[in-house]
């Protein structure tokens, strides 16, 4: 069962905020919602997490509705080196991860 | 961060021979690590997820004694693929928990690709 919704493909102006949407209604209490991106061929590279509150670390910015039912993963000033699939994941803290499809995020020059 | 490696990061073997592919945790202990495959244009899929000292859990449709996991130590599991065949050409990745602190954070190694043919 998906846990996660997210759009297929987005893009993105060089320097420009990258904004990536998921959907995620039915998370539980104790899940926390994950986002790691992959860049072509390696391996997923985490970003940020949060339960409820919204959150901030030198890479990206996440901001989760108050009914959790949603989250943004804000890149600020998006860069070539941006261009990955992200992943938004929902679990509880010591669960494996399960991958969605993911977001396809492309910034252009 | 932590540094999760992979070895080899490829490789290429003939059909019906076993090709094993090791998972180290360089700078931290991990009780937990994990094994998935990711074909061209597909997302990660889990395959299984090993523990130290115990046998590994594997996902429904995984055949267990296809891809033999052994988790012998606190830095190293190794994914063995036996009698591979072409359509077990992908890219595998490990990933771990550190045994230590709030492991809210799943250190993911770079992959190793395989290629049967």
């Known amino acids: 069962d998906a846990k996660t919704t997210q759009p297929p493909s987005m893009d993105c102006a060089e320097g420009r905020a990258a904004n990536l949407p998921c959907n995620h209604s039915?998370?539980?209490?104790?899940?926390?919602v994950y986002w790691y991106r992959q860049i072509h061929s390696q391996g997923p590279q985490y970003i940020i997490h949060g339960l409820k509150n919204n959150e901030t670390n030198e890479m990206a910015s996440l901001i989760i509705t108050e009914d959790r039912k949603s989250s943004t993963l804000i890149l600020p000033h998006a860069t070539l080196r941006d261009t990955a699939v992200y992943y938004c994941i929902v679990r509880p803290h010591n669960n494996d991860m399960r991958f969605g499809a993911g977001t396809r995020l492309t910034v252009k020059p | 961060g932590a540094v999760v490696s992979q070895h080899p990061s490829w490789v290429i073997c003939k059909s019906g021979t076993s090709v094993k592919i090791e998972c180290r945790s360089l700078?931290?202990?991990?009780?937990?690590m994990f094994w998935y495959r990711q074909f061209p244009k597909q997302s990660l899929m889990l395959m299984a997820t090993?523990?130290?000292?115990?046998?590994?859990?594997?996902e429904q449709g995984v055949e267990k004694d296809k891809f033999l996991i052994n988790h012998a130590s606190l830095t190293l599991s190794t994914l063995t693929v036996t009698s591979a065949h072409p359509e077990d050409s992908s890219f595998y990745i490990c990933s771990a928990i550190p045994a230590y602190g709030t492991a809210y954070e799943q250190y993911f190694g770079p992959g190793t690709r395989l290629t049967v043919t």
């Open positions: 039915t998370i539980s209490g104790n899940e926390y």
């Open positions: 090993s523990n130290e000292g115990s046998k590994a859990t594997y």
């Open positions: 700078d931290f202990q991990a009780t937990t």
